[in-house]
């Protein structure tokens, strides 16, 4: 996911590179432009992620790129690190170095939050095909938000990323959402997918050229902004707006659900406390209350027995009906 322009340091698919077909610990695959070298393990892997480039080989807005490239792909975990590189951020899934045309990505072992190797390939082709036609132009934002926009990596969980992004942080102009890619992982989800929505809508503005038109100016002025008013037909203020407001009235009322139930559980994080105290307050009331019923409910038990043992007239001793316990005129059962 991460645009590198320095060397690597160490060598990723050096060790394999001039081999002419494969060896009993690595395979290499050359067809079209593409170079694959992987370990033997992951020999399907390569040969399908190959098969992929060759397929889909262009690039919304882009001449067919024509550069040779290097996809690398390594066999574990401690390779992966060791191939990018000490400055990767830990959570790329993959990396691209346009200076090299060369691509690094996680084998077949990797751990699932690698993503499809497929939609990781594709984004890290977008970037070099990107530089290759506009060298360093793209800033960081255009850059992830074309590679993921050409991916088709939007889903649900962006929607919802940037949902739950909105609650939290406030809108980014495209120049601040740069310094988004170099923060943590949160921060860096919610900035790629700021920068998808940001490309995208740029693209929509003319469904007829894309991207094209606005990738011509931009590589003959150099300026983004002259690239946005010439295709577009609007400044770079205007189309600001314009993105923004599309981006809040997409997942605005999303983004207000998650804040009510943000606002909600915090609530809960206030409140439960007394509601707990509450709660303990009124145990002790209703234990209190179910105490003086059960000694008002013994009391009137023995009185009702006493009465039974002792007629109320001496006159009519011997008579065993019960008396009343309901006087005429009370308020009820007698309370004793
Ligand atoms: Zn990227």
Redesign the pocket.
């Known amino acids: ?3 590198a322009t320095f060397v690597l340091a160490c060598g990723c698919g050096l060790a394999v590179r001039g081999q002419a077909q494969s060896s009993p610990s690595g395979v290499r695959l050359d067809e079209g432009r593409f170079t694959v070298v992987a370990d033997r393990r992951d020999d399907r892997l390569a040969r399908t992620l190959l098969r992929e480039a060759l397929t889909s080989d262009s690039f919304p807005g882009l001449p067919r790129p024509r550069a040779r490239v290097l996809i690398a792909i390594a066999p574990d975990a401690a390779r992966f690190r060791e191939w990018i590189g000490p400055n990767a951020p830990e959570w790329g899934a993959a990396i ?1 170095m346009p200076d090299e045309q060369r691509i690094v990505m996680q084998g077949s072992r990797s751990a699932s939050d690698a993503g499809d190797p497929r939609v990781v390939l594709r ?2 082709l977008a ?1 070099l095909a990107l530089h290759e036609f506009l060298g360093g132009l793209p800033p960081r934002w255009f ?2 938000g074309y ?1 993921s926009v050409a991916a088709r990596e939007w889903d649900r969980d962006a929607a919802f990323e940037t949902s739950i992004g909105l609650v939290w942080h406030v809108l980014p102009s495209r120049d601040l959402l740069d310094r988004g890619f170099s923060g943590g992982a949160s921060q860096a989800s919610f900035s790629y997918a700021i920068a998808h929505r940001v490309v995208a809508e740029l693209e929509a503005l003319d469904p007829a050229n894309g991207l094209r038109n606005f990738f011509r100016s931009w590589k003959d002025t150099g300026s983004l902004e002259v690239g946005i008013r010439t295709a577009y037909g609007m400044t770079g203020a205007q189309f600001d707006r314009h993105w923004q407001g599309q981006l809040r009235r997409r997942y605005g009322a999303l983004s207000l659900v998650a804040s009510l139930a943000l606002v909600a559980g915090l609530f809960g994080v206030l409140l439960g406390p007394l509601f707990v105290m509450r709660r303990r307050r009124d145990k002790r009331r209703l234990e209190v209350m179910r105490a003086a019923d059960a000694a008002s409910e013994a009391a009137l038990h023995a009185s009702a027995l006493a009465a039974l043992l002792a007629p109320s007239d001496p006159s009519e001793a011997g008579d065993s009906s019960v008396p009343p316990l309901y006087r005429p005129g009370g308020d009820g059962y007698s309370p004793v």
């Open positions: 996911m991460r645009v691209a984004h890290e970037h850059d992830e590679a």
